[in-house]
């Protein structure tokens, strides 16, 4: 069985500071890995994904993630924040049914 | 283009009562997908249908959880009858074609049992 878990339910950083989100997977297959942000009373809305290509994915919004097997670690990264980027933020595994499993979210601040 | 809409936006019942959830996908997407996110926990699964059949209903809590998808167009999730534990956001994605595609979400049904 794949999933996920997200280091922190909440976190906290300065405007103009490295936002860094922590995603653990677990995987029995080659893991495809997805970040998703929502922002309040919005849906879900894809930042970036993994499926097998380029070890370091880019995303909208200047966010980045880079897959790393050894450490089975998908973090999520953007060099500085900004107040718009306070949202919640969902890792997540697919299989091959595409069926995805989430991770239990984590609550972004930004401080002015 | 319409993205995924789900109606109610919020709904608030009695223990004992029944609700009925609905999803309207993105146009010529075949899978639908059904989640559930109980307070402060994660976003779980709980089926998945390819046009009008079910795929895969393993997250699917118990028999008091029915959804259909009548025609492969919306999709509906009825809870009969409540019980406090189904509280939470219940979203809807869909997406197009197989394998890996970007599942786009609605905004989620907040679904309260009192």
């Known amino acids: 069985a794949q999933s996920v878990t997200q280091l922190g339910s909440h976190v906290s950083v300065s405007e103009g500071a490295l936002v860094l989100l922590r995603c653990n997977y677990s995987s029995s297959v080659p893991p495809y890995l997805f970040w998703y942000v929502q922002y309040p009373n919005q849906g879900l809305q894809l930042l970036l994904k993994y499926t097998s290509a380029a070890t370091l994915v880019k995303g909208i919004n200047g966010f980045e993630a880079e897959f790393k097997k050894s450490e089975t670690s998908f973090h999520l990264t953007k060099p500085s924040a900004h107040m718009s980027d306070a949202a919640e933020y969902f890792c997540?595994?697919?299989?091959?049914?595409?069926?995805?499993?989430f991770g239990a979210g984590t609550r972004l601040t930004v401080k002015p | 283009e319409a993205g995924v809409t789900q109606f109610p936006s919020h709904s608030v019942i009695e223990k004992g009562q029944t609700v009925t959830l609905r999803c309207d996908p993105i146009?010529?997407?075949?899978?639908l997908y059904w989640y559930r996110r109980v307070m402060g926990k994660e976003i779980k699964f709980l089926l998945h249908f390819v046009k009008e059949s079910k795929q895969d209903e393993s997250g699917m809590p118990n028999n008091r959880f029915l959804a259909e998808r009548t025609g492969g167009t919306y999709s509906t999730l009825k809870v009969q009858p409540a019980e406090l534990e189904d509280s939470g956001v219940y979203f809807c994605?869909?997406?197009?074609?197989?394998?890996?595609?970007?599942?786009?979400f609605g905004p989620g049904t907040r679904l309260t049992v009192l």
């Open positions: 994605a869909s997406s197009q074609g197989t394998r890996y595609n970007e599942q786009f």
């Open positions: 146009s010529g997407h075949d899978n």
């Open positions: 997540a595994v697919s299989d091959r049914n595409n069926d995805m499993r």
